[in-house]
């Protein structure tokens, strides 16, 4: 440390005391880096996940008194926060009325997002929100712009609040039917949550999901609505209902509607045909309800968890088949899980842009930005290796068939829920396995690899073409 005399003063005849000029000679020392962006949903999903975990370990949370086991809890913590509906035991008969409503709270936790759940607390207690929280609110909410983001939560969290309050009231002319007082407004309540957040939870009894509302449109056209309206994204919604038109909606609205739409009613057709003879699951139906049941299973893989037939006796055509809507998903900065509508039409587009000869990737007269087109190119390679990963390691720890593990991998990494019936019998290291493959699949593959990095490094040399062949 170096020390000066100065401080002259600026009027003639009048002397002041000099004041002393330190100057650290000392080498700078690093600031400890404050995690941001990526790495900071990691951060705070990882604590939402051991949080719930020990608030479902108390007696009080059983349905028995007892603690439950770690890993069982940390199981339904892990799958409620990433909003799978994977369970290991029965959520309406394990777990107690204060069990369930930690679950429903860890469920509406991750369906809006721990970044947006922390925004909401800051903004409660009136602090203000930083640049950097509200660079990782954006990543959060797969938005592009900051400015105007915080003003964007405040609309997601109200508009999300009153749709379930919605589905709630409508669920309940039902269950009020069926069950008794208070009963009938929690189930309400629990499902429409559930529903809109694409978690998959479920507290009926008996461990059938919907099976027993198969032949009740109300309450599964009141589920497939609320899935669509979760999975679909603020964003999209509120795009849809400035312009009221498909053609004057933003491009990736445009994409979001349209890759929706086609998958809805691919899912249909393919599960309508390919059950239409099986007595397990749609032949006993009548024709209307075969119909219903078959838009029903082609919504909730997108990614919801219900299921109104029996999913361990659909045909392996059709299971496999629904592996693939699992892993799409839906819309970016949504409740739901997978790559994203969004990037498979990105894809999509890039690959018809190709057959036609296009230099650049179009789609719906506007051109794609490169960059937009390798980071879908990204995820699904990223996804793909790690789905693929996880179903080789489930094949050596799991004694269940092929189909079923591969099921199981594609449910957990779309945080589906969806399930042939082995997520209890799973091992130890295969509910592990599944852990992680849920955690991973809600943060998005292409997020976990920015967080491991910490930094994108900017890029300014290019080097000389070549081409490889392709084909």
């Known amino acids: 440390m170096l020390q000066f005399w100065g401080g002259r003063s600026a009027r003639k005849g009048v002397r002041r005391r000099p004041q002393p000029i330190r100057i650290d000679l000392n080498p700078l ?32 949370s059983t349905a028995t008194g007892q603690p439950a086991p770690f890993l069982t809890a940390l199981f339904t913590a892990t799958s409620a926060v990433c909003v799978t509906g994977l369970a290991v035991v029965n959520t309406g008969t394990y777990w107690s009325t204060f069990g369930q409503i930690v679950i429903l709270l860890l469920v509406q936790a991750g369906g809006l ?49 009153v749709i379930e309050a919605v589905g709630a009231a409508i669920l309940y002319i039902q269950f009020s039917r069926d069950f008794p007082g208070a009963e009938g407004v929690w189930k309400a309540v629990f499902h429409s949550v559930s529903a809109f957040n694409n978690a998959g939870f479920d507290i009926l009894s008996g ?34 209902i400035k312009t009221r038109t498909l053609g004057r909606l933003s491009l990736d609205s445009r994409m979001v509607v349209t890759v929706n739409i086609f998958l809805w009613l691919l899912g249909a057709v393919v599960i309508l045909l390919a059950e239409f003879t099986n007595e397990s699951t749609l032949a006993s139906l009548p024709p209307g309800l075969k119909l219903a049941n078959a838009l029903f299973q082609s919504v909730v893989p997108r990614t919801a968890g219900f299921a109104s037939v029996d999913v361990g006796k659909l045909h392996d ?42 230099s650049h990737v179009e789609a719906f007269g506007r051109e794609l930005p490169e960059d937009v087109v390798s980071r879908a190119l990204a995820v699904v390679v990223l996804s793909l290796g790690l789905v693929f990963s996880t179903i080789l390691l489930l094949s050596l720890t799991e004694s269940h068939t092929f189909i079923q593990v591969l099921f199981e991998a594609f449910s957990a990494f779309g945080t589906v829920g969806l399930s042939t019936g ?8 295969g509910r592990l396995i599944i852990i992680g493959m849920m955690f991973v699949g809600r943060l998005g593959p292409l997020t976990l690899a920015l967080s491991l990095a910490q930094r994108e490094e900017a890029r300014h040399i290019r080097f000389a073409q070549e081409r490889i062949k392709i084909g």
């Open 29 to 60: 020392r690093p600031r400890v880096a404050r995690p941001q962006g990526p790495i900071l949903l990691v951060y705070g999903f990882g604590a939402l996940i051991i949080v719930g975990a020990l608030l479902l370990m108390l007696p009080y």
């Open 113 to 161: 997002g721990f970044m947006s759940m922390s925004t909401i607390m800051l903004l409660l207690v009136g602090r203000r929100i930083t640049l950097g929280e509200r660079m990782a609110l954006r990543e959060a909410l797969g938005e592009y712009a900051v400015g105007g983001i915080v003003r964007l939560l405040r609309r997601i969290a109200l508009t999300s609040f």
């Open 207 to 240: 461990n059938t999901s919907f099976l027993v509302y198969n032949n009740n449109l109300m309450v599964l056209g009141t589920l497939a609505v609320l899935i669509i309206l979760g999975s679909v994204s603020y964003t999209v919604i509120a795009d849809f």
């Open 317 to 358: 055509f059709t299971l496999f088949f629904t592996c693939g809507l699992m892993f799409i998903g839906g819309a970016s900065g949504s409740t739901a899980g997978g790559i994203k509508v969004n990037t498979m039409g990105v894809l999509l587009s890039a690959v018809w842009s190709a057959m036609r000869g296009r």
């Open 422 to 429: 082995i997520t209890p019998d799973l091992s130890i290291l």
